[in-house]
C-alpha cells in the first residue's frame, strides 16, 4: 500500500495535467475556430484511425507483457476495455454512417470501456484473467455487426445537439467507469512506481472528461474536435508508457537469451527444447547435440527430430513410463537409457528434463539436457559387477595384500566361518587354522602358490564357535605391472554339507521317502543277495507281493494327504507282521513285497499272507476317517517258481493278479497255468486295440422308466464287444483292461459319438425325445480337453446338448474337489445334464457334494439287490433320495430285477428306476422298436410285452 504523501502527489499529478491539458486544447481550438463548424472528414477519419491503431496496439502490448509475466494481471480490465471501446467508435467514420448509429456507437463505447476497465478494482478471485481480451473481441465485434446489419433495431438517441436520456446516461456511466479506473490506477495496486500510475490515471481522466464534452458537443464543432483531440491525447499518454515498458521487457529478453546461449554453448550436454509428447520432438537444439546425439548442426538448428527416434528399442519401456509420470505429474525427469548414435552405435546417456508451462498454467515444452555417460557408465557397471559378484558369491571371498594380511572378505566368508568382516580386516588368514596340517603341508603349499601362481586343495579349518569343517580352497597370486606380488586371493567353500549329501542321497536312492522302506533299487539288491544264500543254504526263500484293495478310492476321494498317511500305517502292519530278518519293501504307488528267506516250508509263506491279510482288515484311522483297506498278495517260491529275480517277481505278480481276480482280501501261489492266463491278457489288449479301429465294438441301450408312468423317460448307452471269433465279450472283462491300458480315452469317445448320432437319428424320426446318458470313466474325465470333444462331438452329431446325460462315479467328483466341480460347470455350461453314477459306495463329502452343479444321484444296484433280506439297503435307499429331494435332485435307481424291489421304490417315491425287470439292454433295432410301440399304443414299458419285462 502506498503512503498519504505519495498517494496526494498521484493525485495532483493526475487531476492537474489531466484538467490542464483539455483547457488547453479547447482554447487553443476555441480561438482557431470561434463558434465556426469544420467540416473535415480526412482529417476526422485520421484522427480516429491513429485513436483505433494505437488503442489496439497498447491492448496486444498489455497482453503480450502479462504473458511474460511483465504487468499486473488488473490490467487485463484495461485491455478489455479498449478491446471493447476503440472498434466502436472507429465504426462510425464509415461512409454513409446514420446519425443514430454514431451516437449509440460513441455512446455504447465510451459505457463499455470505462465499466470494463473500472474491473481494475475487483477482488483477487477475478484478477488475472487471460481469455477476458478475447471475450471483450468477440462481443466488440457482435455490437458492430449489429450496428451494421441492423441499424433500425438501434435505440433512439438523439441528435448531436439534443442528445437523448439514454445516451446522455451511458455516456456519463462510461465516464464514471474511467473515474474509477483512474482511482484504481493511482492506488498503487495495479502499477507501481512514479511515473507509471501519473501516465495512466492521466488517461483514465482524459477518457472521462472526452466522455463528458461528449454530451456538450454538436457535429463539427470545436467541442467536436475537442472530445477527439482528448481521447488521441489519453490514448498517446497510454501508448507511451506501453511502447517504452514493452520495449524495455524485448531488450531484457535480448540480453537474457543471448546470455542462455553462450551457458548453452559452453556446457558439455545437449540442451533441448521439445514438444511435451512421448515423441518429443525437437524444438530447440544446442550444438552439443550434435557430439552427444549425432544430431547433424541442420537438424540441431532445424528441428523437427523425435527424441524417441534415437532410443534403442528394449529401453523405451522404461523412457516411455518416465516421461508419462511427467507428463501426468508435471514433476521432473531424470533417467539414463541408450540411443542410437549415428557414428558411435549404442551409447548411454543421462537425461534430465522438466515440463515447461504457458501463461495459462498448461504444459508447452520440455526442456532438458542430454549428457554422454557411456564411458562412466560402463566403468560403473563393471565395478559394481564385480563388486555384485564377489558380494553374492555363494563361495568365501578372502582378499589379503603381499603380506598377507586380510584387506576384504565378502558376506559368505562370515557366513561360513562365523567371523565378521571387522574382525578379521588386517589379520592373517591363519586365525581359522584348524591344527590337523602340519607345517609341512603349508610350506608345501606356499612353495606351489608363488611358483605357480595358484593353488587349490582341500583343507580343513575352524569355525569361530570352534567347530572344525572341511573345505575346498583355491588361491590365486595377483601381480602388480611390475610382475611383483600384490594380492592373494582365496576362494573356498564348506564341503561338510556335500559330504553330508552324500550319504543323504544314498539313501534316497536306496529308500522309499514317504514309508523309508527298502525301495525298488535296494528290493531287487537284497532278492537277488538272498536267492544266492537260498542256493547256498538249501532253504526255501519265498517272495510276497502285497497290492491294497480299495487305495485308490480312498486315495481319489479324501486326497493324498490322507493316502499318504494311509501308505505308512499299513508300511508299519506290515513290519509287525515280519521278522526282523525279512525285508519289506514298497515298489511304487500301493504295491509292497516282502522277502522271507530261510523258511522251512512253503505253507510258512501262507501264514505271513493270512497274518497280513487280518492285520489290514482291521480299519484304520485317518483325520477322524474310519477306513477299510484289503490285500490282495501273490506268492512266489524260490527253486520251484523261479530261481532268480524276473522271474520270481513275474510269478509272484501273476499270483497277485489271480489273487486281485478271485474277489481281493485273499493270498495266491504261484501256478503255472497263471502265465497262461497272462498271455491271453495280453491278446485281449492286442484285440481291443484292434477292436476299437475296427468297428467291432457296439451299442446297447436299456430304458430308464418313470416309477409311477412306466414310460420311457430316458436311456443308458453301454458298450458291447461283438468278437469276430469269440462273439460277444462281456464288459466286465474288457472294460478293467481298457481303463488299465489307456485304451478307455478312445473308446469312450467312440460311445459318447455313436450314442448321441444314434439318439439323433430317433429324434428326427419324430420319436419321443428322451435323454441318453453315457458313463465317462476317470481316464475321460482327467483329460485336459474333456469340454473341447464333448463339445466337438455334439456339433458333428448335431445332437442338442440338452439330450445328452453324463455320468460319473463319486471316485472322480472326490478327486481334486476344486478341479472337478470346474469341469463339472462348464459341462452344465453347455446345457450336458449330470448325475453320479454308483452313489452311495464312495467316500462323498456332502459340504463338497453341495457345490456341484448335479441334475440327479443314481442308486447303486447294490443297495438295491440287498431290499427284502437286508434292513440296511431299505435305510440306505430311503436315505439317498430324501436327501436327494432336499438339494432339489432327481434319483435313479439302477439294478431292478424284482416286483418286490419296484414297488418299495414306487413307495419311497423314486423318480425312474433301470433294471432287468423292466428291460434288459437292447440292440439298437429292438430299442427303435420299443419306441415306436410305445409312441403308438401309448402303452408302459411292461405293458408293451403283455405284462412281462423285456428280455
Request: glycine content about 8%; aromatic content about 8%.
Amino acid at each position: 500500500m502506498m503512503d498519504a504523501s505519495l498517494l496526494l502527489r498521484l493525485f495532483l499529478g493526475t487531476l492537474l495535467p489531466s484538467a490542464l491539458l483539455p483547457l488547453l486544447i479547447a482554447v487553443g481550438l476555441r480561438y482557431g475556430m470561434g463558434e465556426q463548424l469544420w467540416a473535415h472528414a480526412g482529417l476526422h477519419a485520421l484522427v480516429e484511425a491513429l485513436v483505433g491503431f494505437m488503442g489496439l496496439f497498447v491492448a496486444v502490448v498489455i497482453k503480450l507483457l502479462h504473458r511474460n509475466q511483465q504487468v499486473n494481471g488488473r490490467l487485463l480490465w484495461l485491455c478489455a476495455g479498449l478491446v471493447l471501446s476503440i472498434p466502436l467508435m472507429a465504426l462510425h467514420t464509415a461512409p454513409g454512417s446514420d446519425e443514430n448509429v454514431v451516437i449509440w456507437l460513441y455512446a455504447l463505447a465510451t459505457l463499455l470501456g470505462g465499466g470494463v476497465s473500472a474491473g481494475m478494482l475487483l477482488g483477487e478471485q477475478w484478477h488475472s484473467q487471460p481469455r477476458l481480451p478475447y471475450a471483450a473481441l468477440l462481443i466488440a465485434l457482435g455490437l458492430m455487426g449489429w450496428a451494421m446489419f441492423f441499424p433500425e433495431h438501434i435505440p433512439d438517441m438523439g441528435q448531436w445537439s439534443q442528445l437523448s436520456d439514454l445516451a446522455v446516461g451511458m455516456n456519463l456511466i462510461g465516464a464514471l467507469g474511467f473515474v474509477l479506473a483512474w482511482f484504481a490506477l493511482i492506488s498503487g495496486h495495479v502499477v507501481s512506481g512514479r511515473r507509471a500510475p501519473l501516465l495512466l490515471g492521466n488517461f483514465s481522466l482524459l477518457m472521462a472528461s472526452a466522455a463528458i464534452i461528449f454530451l456538450l458537443a454538436d457535429t463539427w464543432d470545436s467541442r467536436w474536435w475537442f472530445y477527439h483531440f482528448l481521447r488521441l491525447a489519453a490514448l498517446a499518454l497510454l501508448l507511451s508508457y506501453f511502447f517504452a515498458l514493452y520495449l524495455k521487457d524485448f531488450r531484457v529478453l535480448r540480453e537474457n537469451d543471448a546470455r542462455f546461449q553462450a551457458l548453452v554453448e559452453s556446457i558439455h550436454a545437449g540442451v533441448y527444447r521439445t514438444q511435451v509428447t512421448l515423441e518429443r520432438r525437437l524444438v530447440y537444439a544446442s550444438a552439443q547435440m550434435h557430439q552427444v546425439a549425432g544430431l547433424s548442426m541442420q537438424q540441431c538448428q532445424e528441428g523437427g527430430v523425435s527424441l524417441k527416434s534415437l532410443v534403442v528399442p528394449e529401453d523405451w519401456p522404461h523412457v516411455q513410463e518416465a516421461l508419462e509420470w511427467s507428463i501426468k505429474t508435471h514433476v521432473p525427469y531424470e533417467m539414463q537409457y541408450r540411443i542410437n548414435h549415428p557414428q558411435r552405435g549404442e551409447m548411454w546417456v543421462s537425461d534430465r528434463g522438466r515440463i515447461i508451462k504457458d501463461h495459462q498454467g498448461q504444459p508447452c515444452w520440455f526442456d532438458g539436457a542430454l549428457l554422454n555417460i557411456h564411458e562412466a557408465r560402463e566403468t560403473e557397471q563393471q565395478l559394481l559387477l564385480a563388486k555384485q559378484v564377489v558380494q553374492t558369491a555363494s563361495e568365501a571371498i578372502v582378499i589379503t595384500n603381499h603380506k598377507n594380511q586380510i584387506m576384504d572378505v565378502n558376506p559368505a566368508y562370515e557366513r561360513i566361518t562365523g567371523f565378521m568382516r571387522h574382525e578379521v580386516l588386517g589379520r592373517n588368514p591363519k586365525i581359522t587354522q584348524s591344527g590337523r596340517h602340519d607345517a609341512s603341508f603349508y610350506a608345501t603349499m606356499w612353495k606351489h602358490l608363488v611358483g605357480e601362481g595358484h593353488w587349490s586343495g582341500e583343507i580343513w579349518d575352524r569355525r569361530r564357535n570352534g567347530e572344525i569343517f572341511p573345505k575346498w580352497l583355491a588361491i590365486s597370486a595377483i601381480r602388480n605391472r611390475q610382475g611383483v606380488i600384490s594380492h592373494f586371493v582365496g576362494v573356498f567353500n564348506d564341503i561338510s554339507r556335500q559330504k553330508s549329501t552324500e550319504q543323504q542321497l544314498e539313501r534316497l536312492v536306496f529308500y522309499d521317502p514317504l514309508t523309508q522302506l527298502p525301495n525298488r533299487v535296494l528290493f531287487r539288491d537284497r532278492l537277488i543277495h538272498e536267492v544266492g544264500v537260498a542256493e547256498r543254504s538249501n532253504k526255501l526263500m519265498s517272495l510276497l507281493l502285497v497290492d491294497l484293495d480299495r487305495f485308490k478310492i480312498i486315495n481319489d476321494t479324501l486326497g493324498h494327504g490322507v493316502g499318504d498317511e494311509l501308505l505308512l500305517q499299513v508300511s508299519k502292519r506290515l513290519i509287525a507282521s515280519v521278522r526282523k530278518s525279512d525285508t519289506v519293501a514298497r515298489l511304487g504307488g500301493d504295491e509292497f513285497a516282502i522277502i522271507l528267506p530261510g523258511m522251512e516250508r512253503a505253507e510258512d509263506a501262507a501264514h505271513v499272507a493270512e497274518t497280513i491279510i487280518n492285520q489290514l482288515q482291521v480299519p484304520f484311522s485317518i483325520e477322524e476317517n474310519e477306513l477299510f483297506v484289503g490285500a490282495s498278495i501273490g506268492i512266489a517260491v524260490h527253486g520251484q517258481d523261479g530261481d532268480d529275480y524276473d522271474s520270481l517277481t513275474m510269478n509272484a505278480d501273476a499270483a497277485m493278479f489271480k489273487a486281485k481276480e478271485s474277489g481281493k482280501g485273499t493270498y495266491k501261489f504261484f501256478t503255472p497255468d497263471m502265465n497262461i492266463q497272462n498271455a491271453k491278457r495280453l491278446v485281449m489288449e492286442a484285440e481291443l486295440r484292434r477292436a476299437v479301429d475296427n468297428q467291432e465294438l457296439m451299442l446297447h441301450y436299456q430304458p430308464k422308466v418313470d416309477a409311477e408312468s412306466r414310460q420311457i423317460v430316458g436311456m443308458e448307452a453301454l458298450v458291447r464287444w461283438v468278437h469276430p471269433t469269440r462273439g460277444v465279450i462281456p464288459p466286465g472283462e474288457f472294460i478293467p483292461l481298457a481303463e488299465e491300458t489307456g485304451l478307455i480315452v478312445p473308446l469312450g469317445e467312440l460311445v459318447l459319438t455313436r450314442a448321441c448320432a444314434q439318439v439323433k437319428q430317433w429324434w428326427d424320426m419324430g420319436l419321443p425325445q428322451v435323454q441318453v446318458a453315457v458313463n465317462l470313466s476317470p481316464r475321460q474325465f482327467q483329460e485336459p480337453n474333456l469340454i473341447e470333444k464333448v463339445s466337438e462331438i455334439l456339433r458333428k452329431t448335431g445332437f442338442p446338448a440338452t439330450g445328452l446325460e453324463l455320468e460319473i462315479t463319486e471316485s472322480i467328483a472326490m478327486h481334486d474337489v476344486d478341479n472337478t466341480i470346474e469341469t463339472v460347470k462348464k459341462l452344465k455350461d453347455l446345457g450336458v445334464r449330470i448325475s453320479i453314477d454308483d452313489f452311495g459306495t464312495g467316500y462323498s463329502s456332502l459340504s463338497y457334494l453341495k457345490k456341484f452343479p448335479l441334475h440327479a444321484l443314481k442308486i447303486d444296484q447294490s443297495f438295491v439287490r440287498d431290499l427284502g433280506g437286508d434292513d440296511d439297503g431299505a435305510s440306505i435307499i430311503s436315505s439317498i433320495i430324501s436327501m436327494a429331494k432336499a438339494m432339489a435332485l432327481g434319483v435313479v435307481a439302477e439294478g431292478v430285477e424284482t416286483a418286490q424291489q419296484m414297488e418299495f421304490l414306487r413307495g419311497q417315491e423314486c423318480q425312474q428306476v433301470q433294471g432287468f425287470f423292466l428291460s434288459k439292454p437292447l440292440p439298437p433295432s429292438d430299442f427303435l422298436a420299443l419306441l415306436e410301440r410305445q409312441q403308438e399304443t401309448g402303452c408302459a414299458v411292461t405293458d408293451v410285452m403283455g405284462g412281462k419285462a423285456i428280455t
